[in-house]
């Protein structure tokens, strides 16, 4: 890559991240180019030049920020961690995503909006977190932390009922800063309300 290129990809990387940063507290349907330009220090000549228009920004914003929630997804399932491990480190990812980046519902409007984001991220999800969550899933059973009494189907409806109303509970947390909360969950998610480790 020649100096050219490498300044280019700079420039296009600033303005990613400038719009994500953006799209934490402002509307996505408000941001204007002239906005992102104002903020990103670039013309909106350049913006239009790298990425033809707003909506085609947003769209490599999104795609950027899920390829990588989704390799980091898959660096914790693939490492060399325990069952318990993997669980708490895919809990933690979802906090750490959910707080300080991209708001449940402005996600949930862009992909409703754009059927290019919404494909993209069903096919990532289809075909790499979906496996590797039932690889967990037999792990677990395996190792004996996922009780014989439990059907994989019993279990992802649990978990899909979790990951539902997850939006409502980080909102929550948000409002009243206790972190703490967070390893609540993870141990209600193990043992129940009252198993114990």
Not at 47 to 65: D, M, P, Q
């Amino acid at each position: 890559m020649n100096g050219f290129e490498r300044r280019a990809l700079q420039i296009k990387e600033k303005i990613i991240e400038t719009t994500l940063e953006m799209l934490k507290t402002w509307d996505s349907n408000k941001i204007r180019i002239a906005d992102i330009a104002k903020q990103a220090n670039v013309s909106q000549v350049t913006i239009y030049n790298y990425f033809g228009s707003k909506e085609a920004l947003l769209r490599e914003v999104v795609k950027n920020y899920m390829t990588h929630s989704f390799k980091e997804f898959m660096e914790n399932m693939n490492g060399e961690y325990t069952f318990k491990e993997k669980i708490e480190r895919i809990i933690l990812q979802e906090k750490e995503y959910s707080i300080n980046s991209l708001t449940p519902f402005l996600f949930n409007q862009l992909l409703t909006e754009d059927q290019e984001i919404a494909q993209f991220v069903e096919k990532e999800y289809s075909e790499k977190v979906l496996p590797a969550f039932f690889q967990l899933i037999e792990e677990g059973r395996e190792s004996g932390e996922i009780s014989s009494k439990i059907s994989t189907q019993g279990l992802m409806m649990y978990i899909n009922f979790s990951m539902k109303y997850s939006n409502e509970f980080l909102d929550s947390i948000r409002q009243n800063g206790n972190m703490d909360l967070i390893n609540e969950m993870v141990h209600i998610f193990f043992y129940g309300i009252c198993g114990k480790p």
